[in-house]
């Protein structure tokens, strides 16, 4: 069976809020959303086909696009690749030109609409931003308190409270202090024994690739509406990720870096080919930083993560 390669689109509007549609009830998947889209032909670049499909389909012309994700799923009947660019900027008013409901969804929102399983990871996508922050070691609780401010007020919108060498009751104690600042502003992740879950319900959780190995099988410690993710470093790691049903991971390292010096660097290469059959947002790490985004896109990533990158310089 041929893999039907389609282009969609994750389009924004001025207050970040995502346009979807409703498919026709006689369509494949019909009756679900879905982002606006349609088939690649033979021979026409992407970019050629999201432009002409979001033309007949919107009547709109796109005028800033990247790529977000690529997604591979194979359904009973069909087999598709969903070739997905986040487009930041386009000319004329959207409307369902072929008679098709449209709605704009906050990020949030999204969660509330029944897409068809292949949309799962890009309604992931659309709701993650392209930095991740994971806070340095070795710092006292003030120091991270006023860190997590300060980016924050900079933007940052995922945060991972990394504290290896911090005691665990003030390990708890702090994370209940970065949840009420986080509140409202960004996405927490939190680390730690699985048996601290039900303490913490608005914070998702980063397992380490030591969790990844000895849980996989298990599958998800708790239901989709709270973000999961964990800590990959190749292959294997990236499989058992996707047993586990994970949200997003981190990959790494990319490049060398001064907090694991004796890590051998995976290379931009080898990060773009473990990705490319990848079906999860997935962040870059370790030597990379925000001038890093464009490549990183281009490697199918979600965006970088960072501890240096991200984190104020007092």
């Known amino acids: 069976m041929k893999r039907v390669h389609v282009a969609a689109a994750v389009i924004r509007g001025a207050d970040a809020r995502v346009l979807i549609a409703k498919r026709a009830a006689d369509q494949h998947q019909g009756g679900l959303w879905e982002f606006p889209g349609g088939k690649v032909e033979e021979g026409e670049a992407v970019e050629a086909a999201l432009s002409r499909e979001l033309q007949e389909e919107l009547g709109i012309r796109v005028d800033a696009a990247r790529p977000l994700i690529q997604v591979q799923h194979d359904y009973p009947d069909k087999q598709v690749l969903l070739d997905v660019w986040e487009v930041t900027a ?93 509140a409202g ?93 990848f079906n999860k947002p997935a962040y870059l790490l370790g030597g990379v930083g925000s001038d890093d985004l464009p490549r990183a896109w281009q490697a199918g990533a979600q965006g970088v993560a960072g501890i240096r990158a991200f984190w104020p310089q007092a």
């Not at 060498?165 to 009420?180: C, E, K, N, P, W």
């Open 90 to 182: 386009f000319s004329g008013e959207p409307h369902g030109a072929e008679g098709q409901p449209l709605a704009w969804a906050s990020a949030r929102e999204l969660l509330d609409y029944e897409f068809p399983a292949a949309n799962q990871p890009i309604v992931a996508a659309a709701r993650l931003p392209d930095r991740y922050l994971v806070t340095p070691e070795s710092l006292e609780p003030g120091e991270l308190l006023r860190g997590v401010r300060a980016a924050l007020a900079a933007g940052i919108r995922l945060i991972q409270l990394r504290a290896p060498t911090m005691f665990d009751a003030q390990y708890r104690d702090l994370a209940v202090d970065i949840q009420g600042l986080c």
């Open 185 to 277: 502003k960004a996405q927490l992740m939190l680390k730690g024994p699985l048996e601290w879950l039900g303490d913490f319900p608005a914070a998702g959780w980063h397992l380490t690739a030591e969790q990844l190995r000895k849980y996989a099988d298990q599958g998800r410690p708790f239901p989709g509406q709270r973000w999961l993710a964990a800590s990959c470093h190749g292959a294997e790691e990236l499989a058992l990720a996707t047993r586990m049903g994970v949200d997003f991971i981190t990959l790494s390292p990319v490049q060398a870096t001064q907090s694991h010096p004796e890590a051998q660097p995976l290379g931009w290469e080898a990060a773009r080919e473990l990705l490319r059959c």
